[in-house]
């Protein structure tokens, strides 16, 4: 006989192996039926121990350290910093700082005009890398010079009816009038390839016409190429503070080669005063008003260099009598 499982029902025919009722599988009457298993039901195994993942273990002497192409960006204020810095610079430099700006944002001005031997406004560059060195700082009676041979440059020819950087003019008291026409940059111009300051006595005479303040000079440029700005060297003072400095000019960059200092033979604000230079065979002299204030080496200038003209700083700067004595 045999029994349903499920239903309890019983059959007599052994041939029968299906509950008609329910299909369940019948089973012997007497025998004990097998316990259910739950086909999704996972087999209780021993778990395997797992091995340490080598990302998050420690490093150790063999272990290189995990890094990243891309460090973690973070919230900087530098830029705080670097504004107040340079703000303060620009407090302590008297606006000298402005001269430095106007390099970068005006680097190519430095242009010239080949057929008026004049070169545009060019930035003024107030660095002080300079391998030149000053040989005599201390002011002393000028001695009489030997040299003659007076060769007078004519400036009423180098006024230009339009530049866009610098203005001229050539007024009634037949001087030669110049200015940049902006503040940190300066004007120059040079004379023509003949005129040689090599080995001569270079001179002129110049006032500043409004007393008129500025921070980068006027004055003379000497043993210069005679395409301006690229090799030479200017001699500046400045009345309204009476002092006077020394710089060489290398293309588009302006290097101190004498800073700032501070000269009694200087005549204050709209006077006249004469800036000469004595090319000598191991030193250059410069005289302001007879009296030499300084001396230096010439390691920088231009083989057969020329004279010329300088004005910083919109500072309108009247020169005459712009000589050579050989």
């Not at 012997?28 to 778990?47: D, K, L, S």
């Not at 620009?90 to 402005?98: D, H, K, P």
């Not at 391998?131 to 180098?158: A, F, I, Y």
């Amino acid at each position: 006989m045999k029994i349903c499982p499920r239903c309890q029902k019983t059959y007599v025919d052994d041939n029968l192996n299906f509950c008609l009722e329910d299909g369940s599988v019948l089973s012997q009457m007497g025998q004990q039926p097998p316990a259910t298993v739950m086909i999704n039901e996972p087999r209780a195994t021993q778990p395997q121990p797992q091995m340490p993942s080598q990302q998050g273990s420690q490093p150790g002497w063999n272990t290189p350290q995990a890094y990243s192409m891309q460090p973690p960006k973070k919230s900087s204020k530098t830029w705080l910093w670097v504004v107040g810095i340079l703000g303060g610079i620009v407090l302590l430099c008297g606006g000298g700082f402005g001269a430095l700006v106007l390099i970068g944002m005006n680097a190519d001005n430095n242009k010239t005009d080949l057929s008026s031997n004049t070169v545009k406004n060019a930035p003024a560059n107030k660095g002080t890398n300079s391998s030149t060195t000053t040989s005599n700082s201390s002011t002393t009676t000028s001695p009489t010079s030997s040299r003659t041979d007076l060769e007078t440059v004519d400036l009423e020819p180098w006024v230009k009816e339009f530049s866009a950087y610098g203005n001229t003019e050539f007024n009634s008291n037949d001087e030669f009038v110049m200015s940049s026409k902006k503040k940190g940059f300066y004007y120059v111009l040079v004379a023509p390839e003949q005129h040689k300051t090599e080995k001569a006595d270079t001179r002129v005479t110049l006032r500043n016409v409004d007393n008129m303040a500025g921070s980068l000079g006027y004055g003379l440029i000497f043993h210069s190429n005679p395409t301006p700005l690229q090799q030479g060297y200017a001699f500046l003072i400045d009345t309204k503070k009476k002092k006077y400095r020394v710089v060489r000019h290398e293309p588009q960059n302006e290097k101190t080669v004498v800073t700032w200092t501070t000269s009694t033979a200087i005549k204050e604000g709209a006077e006249e005063n004469t800036l000469e230079v004595r090319d000598l065979d191991d030193k250059v002299e410069l005289y302001i008003n007879g009296t030499m204030v300084n001396s230096i080496k010439n390691q920088h200038g231009y083989s057969g260099g020329v004279p010329g003209l300088y004005a910083g700083d919109g500072v309108k700067v009247a020169f005459k009598n712009l000589e050579i004595r050989k």
